[in-house]
């Protein structure tokens, strides 16, 4: 089993619907939980970060947390077609000393 | 821009050849990371350094190798290439070892 599990996708939805994407981990001593945004194999790009449980809001994406189902999602609301990349979300914790990947998913959002 | 760079961008090379990627980190970062990408493993961590010492590895082959330079900017070196090392290799810079990472371009490495 995979420390970190995400659903490749693809994603399909129409521009101004919520994109709604999740991973769920295995490790409970991950501390830090983030997303970032690749588009066409380009470097990925840090879109959110978070330690606790919870909600964050940023603009138009909400990461949430939740450490006791050792689960985590990312919310995309009123979603652009430039917001088409692929996903993935990383963990972190300090004894491990390493990012853990999900596989990433594929967004597609049409206009 | 997330002010990691990468050179070269694009590597096209023989099976059995050495090539050596460089990383050049954000302005102020200590860390340096590098990563592998191909189309069926995802993104995997090979190897990090901390201020010119090696801290952690992850699924580094032994056939690859790096270093951290006291300037802090990182070589990754691959040798004895075979067709499965093609893939995208990432650079990733952050200040201290539990900070966010930040990520270059990449270099797109095709071994044929």
């Known amino acids: 089993q995979k420390e970190v599990e995400q659903d490749p996708g693809p994603l399909s939805v129409p521009e101004g619907a919520i994109v709604s994407l999740n991973c769920t981990y295995s490790n409970s001593a991950f501390q830090y939980f983030m997303w970032y945004r690749q588009y066409s194999r380009k470097g990925p790009e840090l879109l959110m970060y978070?330690?606790?449980?919870g909600n964050k809001e940023d603009g138009r994406f909400t990461a949430q947390v939740d450490k006791s189902s050792k689960y985590i999602s990312l919310f995309i609301r009123d979603s652009q077609p430039s917001d088409s990349a692929t996903y993935l979300c990383a963990m972190f914790w300090a004894a491990g000393n390493k990012l853990t990947f999900g596989g990433g998913t594929r967004v597609l959002v049409k206009p | 821009d997330s002010g990691v760079t990468q050179t070269p961008k694009h590597l096209i090379t023989a099976t059995g050849q050495r090539v050596t990627l460089r990383c050049s980190p954000r302005s102020g970062d200590l860390s340096v990371y590098w990563y592998q990408q191909s189309l069926d493993q995802g993104l995997q961590f090979l190897i990090q350094y901390y201020n010119g010492e090696e801290r952690a590895k992850g699924n580094i082959l032994e056939r690859f190798s790096a270093q951290q330079f006291p300037d802090l900017h990182s070589e990754l070196n691959l040798s004895s290439l075979e067709l499965g090392d093609s893939a995208l290799y990432f650079c990733a810079s952050s200040v201290d070892l539990t900070e966010t990472q930040y990520f270059g371009p990449g270099t797109r490495l095709l071994v044929l």
């Open positions: 978070t330690y606790s449980s």
